[in-house]
């Protein structure tokens, strides 16, 4: 598969909402291919598809236990609360303070187009939120608390 590029803060397509996908075509497939190794390649936890320019409401996510597909998702329930750092690979090197649900319920259709509901909580939760926003267009710097920061990276070896 491709890696894709993924659009940077100020493009207008992250300000778009997306299109419901109808069926899993063959050039859904291999978007879906390449989104998660974009992901994985930019030490992402989630990426829609409008972070690579493509207008479907898609998107995938991997906290640490295998990836996730979600076609046309929606939220259907959400619980608590948590407030913690979020950045976004379309704003890299930058972080902020967001609160989001600590419990999450979604609806969505995976790449079988089996509906599917998913539960998540704490980081699964947040990366939920954070990634079917994007398919209405919106960004988390919306919902930040106070200031964006610079994420420091240490040295290697130290």
């Not at 299109?19 to 974009?38: A, C, G, S, Y």
């Not at 390649?41 to 640490?64: H, S, T």
């Not at 267009?137 to 106070?146: A, D, F, R, S, T």
């Amino acid at each position: 598969m491709a890696l894709r590029n993924i659009r940077q803060m100020g493009d207008e397509v992250l300000k778009k909402k997306c299109r419901e996908i109808k069926e899993v075509t063959p050039r859904i497939r291999e978007l879906i291919e390449d989104m998660k190794d974009t992901m994985y390649e930019a030490n992402g936890v989630g990426l829609a598809a409008p972070q690579v320019g493509i207008l479907k409401r898609l998107v995938v996510i991997d906290v640490g236990e295998g990836p996730i597909v979600l076609i046309n998702p929606r939220v259907k329930e959400t619980r608590g609360e948590q407030t913690g750092e979020e950045g976004c690979l379309s704003l890299p090197g930058k972080f902020g303070i967001v609160t989001r649900p600590m419990y999450v319920k979604v609806e969505a259709w995976n790449e079988n187009m089996e509906l599917v509901e998913l539960e998540g909580e704490e980081l699964l939760a947040r990366a939920f939120c954070h990634e079917i926003e994007h398919l209405d267009g919106h960004m988390y710097v919306e919902k930040i608390e106070g200031e964006l920061h610079d994420v420091v990276y240490e040295e290697d070896g130290e």
